[in-house]
């Protein structure tokens, strides 16, 4: 909990440091304390939900060595991962067009956590290379999707300007989620806590994401 109370801090903050001078157009937007909500809960929801996919594929190589898989194996994780991470983008977006955007980031977050509780559980390599797959595609479906999430809530108007704000959040979670791992790491030797860490922030991203209300059309309007 103590841990999970820090990343939301440092995440509120850079957040935060992130607030550039709004332009006239964008001033009335930002004014609205309802508008408001809806950046902050989506800035947390993805970086939250980023959070496992940043970290796993910086931390592929020495997850699957700590379990006793070889540099041929580990190599191959991070093919696959990026194989899976491009194809699932690519799928995303028919996605997105077939069903919207809420309902498969909320499949994609759940199958995740799945993914995250099965790979701190099981030692089978075989197992580990095909969860380590599984989640770096999600994670690539999940930042295709997210600019037309944005799009869907705030319309064509503010998209861009409230996107440009919530990207911010990749970036501070590539900066938390990898270090954070390899001090889990050093403290208890494994990657288990870092993988159960993770699916409970992916939980938490999807309960953000399942609480948001807007209309298709653009409900800031």
């Given at each position: 909990?103590?841990?999970?109370?820090?990343?939301?801090?440092?995440?509120?903050?850079?957040?935060?440091?992130?607030?550039?001078?709004?332009?006239?157009?964008?001033?009335?937007?930002?004014?609205?304390?309802?508008?408001?909500?809806?950046?902050?809960?989506?800035?947390?929801?993805?970086?939250?939900?980023?959070?496992?996919?940043?970290?796993?594929?910086?931390?592929?190589?020495?997850?699957?060595?700590?379990s006793g898989g070889s540099s041929e194996i580990a190599i191959t994780a991070i093919s696959l991962m990026a194989l899976g991470s491009g194809i699932a983008g690519i799928y995303a977006g028919w996605l997105a067009d077939r069903f919207g955007c809420k309902r498969p980031i909320?499949?994609?977050?759940?199958?995740?956590?799945?993914?995250?509780?099965?790979?701190?559980?099981?030692?089978?390599?075989?197992?580990?290379?095909?969860?380590?797959?599984?989640?770096?595609?999600?994670?690539?479906?999940?930042?295709?999707i997210y600019p037309t999430l944005v799009n869907h809530v705030f319309g064509p108007d503010y998209s861009a300007w409230v996107y440009g704000r919530i990207f911010t959040a990749w970036g501070a979670s590539g900066l938390v989620s990898p270090s954070l791992a390899g001090w889990l790491f050093d403290q208890y030797n494994n990657y288990n806590s870092s993988l159960f860490f993770a699916f409970i922030l992916s939980i938490f991203a999807g309960l953000i994401i399942w609480s948001l209300k807007y209309d298709v059309n653009g409900a800031t309007h």
């Amino acid at each position: 909990v103590s841990i999970l109370s820090i990343v939301i801090i440092i995440s509120l903050i850079l957040f935060r440091l992130a607030k550039k001078d709004l332009t006239a157009k964008t001033k009335s937007i930002g004014k609205n304390q309802s508008v408001k909500g809806k950046i902050i809960k989506l800035w947390l929801a993805f970086f939250l939900g980023v959070f496992a996919g940043l970290m796993t594929i910086g931390h592929a190589v020495p997850i699957i060595k700590a379990s006793g898989g070889s540099s041929e194996i580990a190599i191959t994780a991070i093919s696959l991962m990026a194989l899976g991470s491009g194809i699932a983008g690519i799928y995303a977006g028919w996605l997105a067009d077939r069903f919207g955007c809420k309902r498969p980031i909320l499949v994609i977050l759940t199958i995740s956590s799945l993914a995250l509780l099965s790979l701190s559980t099981f030692t089978s390599i075989n197992l580990m290379l095909i969860f380590l797959t599984l989640i770096a595609s999600l994670y690539g479906a999940l930042i295709a999707i997210y600019p037309t999430l944005v799009n869907h809530v705030f319309g064509p108007d503010y998209s861009a300007w409230v996107y440009g704000r919530i990207f911010t959040a990749w970036g501070a979670s590539g900066l938390v989620s990898p270090s954070l791992a390899g001090w889990l790491f050093d403290q208890y030797n494994n990657y288990n806590s870092s993988l159960f860490f993770a699916f409970i922030l992916s939980i938490f991203a999807g309960l953000i994401i399942w609480s948001l209300k807007y209309d298709v059309n653009g409900a800031t309007h």
